[in-house]
């Protein structure tokens, strides 16, 4: 795929498995650098190694759980700009959607 995006800069949230890793194999392939965000370090060093080894990119590692405010701000703090945002990361509570609050 020719995406003209070469040394753009990208966050991926949920980075480590599924579409986001999809996301991040796809756009180092295209020479984006990577700042990449997971809740489980594992995986997320994994998909990191990897990158690095194939990809000619700059990749960083992130492990948050963005459902956390404080996890929001350090990663926003440790990103600065960024040019393209693959908003990944997915995760609900159980019950009514008019019930859950930043607590729950």
Do not use: F
């Amino acid at each position: 795929m020719e995406l003209d995006i070469k040394g753009k800069r990208a966050l991926i949230t949920g980075a480590s498995k599924g579409i986001g890793r999809a996301a991040a194999e796809a756009l180092a392939e295209e020479g984006c650098d990577l700042d990449l965000a997971a809740r489980t370090e594992g995986p997320l060093t994994e998909l990191v190694e990897a990158l690095r080894a194939s990809a000619q990119v700059s990749v960083r590692a992130h492990v948050a759980d963005l459902s956390r405010a404080g996890d929001q701000a350090r990663l926003i703090e440790a990103c600065g700009d960024y040019d393209i945002l693959i908003n990944n990361a997915g995760s609900n509570p159980a019950g009514e959607i008019d019930e859950v609050d930043d607590e729950t």
